[in-house]
Every structure is written in structure tokens, then in C-alpha cells.
T-cell receptor, first 111, second 116 residues
Framework: KQEVTQIPAALSVPEGENLVLNCSFT??????LQWFRQDPGKGLTSLLL?????REQTSGRLNASLDKSSGRSTLYIAASQPGDSATYLC??????????FGTGTRLLVSP | DADVTQTPRNRITKTGKRIMLECSQT?????MYWYRQDPGLGLRLIYYSFDVKDINKGEISDGYSVSRQAQAKFSLSLESAIPNQTALYFCATSDLQEPGGPKTQYFGPGTRLLVL
């Protein structure tokens, strides 16, 4: 059974810092891995999707990497801003778009 | 207007009551999903549907049922609600898989359910 773990569970940083969120999964047989952002009352928003054949994806200040063989992904946020404060979830696609989610990292960026 | 809407947004009910959570989408997607989120457990898949005639159980379907009334509508029912079904429920949609690989899912804002 696929299990997804995210570390740390919570993170508090001052504005401007670069930071890394970690995601690990137990079964490397995945189609893709996604990073989502969750804001209270607004559901989940997809940030980046990395196909299993890819090593990384970038969008603005966000960069996600994938090492399928070791079962790890990282989300790098450059020059963090207070508006980045949210919960970040990673999810692996195990087939037929059945997503298995991690428990999330709650990020707080202070001005 | 939001692409994926859920009603109600908040609901309080009592043990043993039947309730229905509704999801509608304007994205034209064939695939729809229901998840629940509990603190410390992440999101877990309850049911999913790839088209109007297709319904599949997810990881935690016991105590739930679904109805796909149309391409755009997917409802989740709790036949006899119990307190451990208190959670945040999300509906999601996605497009058919394309040659380039599976597409992302688009989530509604969630329904917060409290069962007393």
C-alpha cells in the first residue's frame, strides 16, 4: 500500500527566506507526483505536476524535484512571502488518477 | 464563477440522519472524485467516477454512497451519519488522460460536516 509522508509538519520562517518542503513515498510505481496548496475555505490548488519520467518542474519561485528511485520529492520556495502561508500537500498518482496524499506541511511566513 | 462548486459549505447533523453533499462542475470533465480530509490523515479517496455510467469505490467507501446524475453532477450520501464521519469533504474533477500523461485534478472549496 502506497504511503506518503511529509516533513516537517509545520514550518515558520521570516519573509525572504528560501525553504524546502519534503515528501517521501513508499512505492516507486507512480505515474506522477503533484504539489498542491491548500488555503482555508478555498480547497486545493495544483502548483506543480511532475511526470514519473521527469526530474523537476519549475513555476515562478517554485521548483519541485522528483527522485522516483529513492521515493522522494522536494518543493523549493525561493524568497518566501507572507502570501505563501498555507498548507502544502504532495500527492502521488498511483494509476487512473487515484491520488494518495501526504498529511501536509503547514507553512507560516512572517513579515 | 467557480469551476467546481460544493453545497452545502457547512452542515451540522445528528447521528442516524441521512444527508447528501452535492458537487457540480462547469469544466466539462468526465472524471469526478469525492475525498475526505481528517486532521493528521491527509485526504483519502471515497468514491470516483470516470463517466455517468461508471462508479468505483475508493479507499474508504464504507458508510457512503454516490450518484452521478449527469456529467456535471456527482453527489455523496451518508445513509446514516455517525460522529466519525465528521470531516472536511472535497469534490474534484479531472480530464481524460491524454497521451502526454495524466492531468491534474481540480478541487472544490470543500464541505465541512459535523455529526453530533
Amino acid at each position: 500500500k502506497q504511503e506518503v509522508t511529509q516533513i516537517p509538519a509545520a514550518l515558520s520562517v521570516p519573509e525572504g527566506e528560501n525553504l524546502v518542503l519534503n515528501c517521501s513515498f513508499t512505492d516507486s510505481a507512480i505515474y506522477n507526483l503533484q504539489w498542491f496548496r491548500q488555503d482555508p475555505g478555498k480547497g486545493l490548488t495544483s502548483l506543480l505536476l511532475i511526470q514519473s519520467s521527469q526530474r523537476e518542474q519549475t513555476s515562478g519561485r517554485l521548483n519541485a524535484s522528483l527522485d522516483k528511485s529513492s521515493g522522494r520529492s522536494t518543493l523549493y520556495i525561493a524568497a518566501s512571502q507572507p502570501g505563501d502561508s498555507a498548507t502544502y500537500l504532495c500527492a502521488v498518482n498511483t494509476g487512473f488518477q487515484k491520488l494518495v496524499f501526504g498529511t501536509g506541511t503547514r507553512l507560516l511566513v512572517s513579515p | 464563477d467557480a469551476d467546481v462548486t460544493q453545497t452545502p459549505r457547512n452542515r451540522i447533523t445528528k447521528t442516524g440522519k441521512r444527508i447528501m453533499l452535492e458537487c457540480s462542475q462547469t469544466k466539462g470533465h468526465d472524471r469526478m472524485y469525492w475525498y475526505r480530509q481528517d486532521p493528521g490523515l491527509g485526504l483519502r479517496l471515497i468514491y470516483y467516477s470516470f463517466d455517468v455510467k461508471d462508479i468505483n469505490k475508493g479507499e474508504i467507501s464504507d458508510g457512503y454512497s454516490v450518484s452521478r446524475q449527469a456529467q456535471a453532477k456527482f453527489s455523496l450520501s451518508l445513509e446514516s451519519a455517525i460522529p466519525n464521519q465528521t470531516a472536511l469533504y472535497f469534490c474534484a474533477t479531472s480530464d481524460l488522460q491524454e497521451p502526454g500523461g495524466p492531468k491534474t485534478q481540480y478541487f472544490g472549496p470543500g464541505t465541512r460536516l459535523l455529526v453530533l
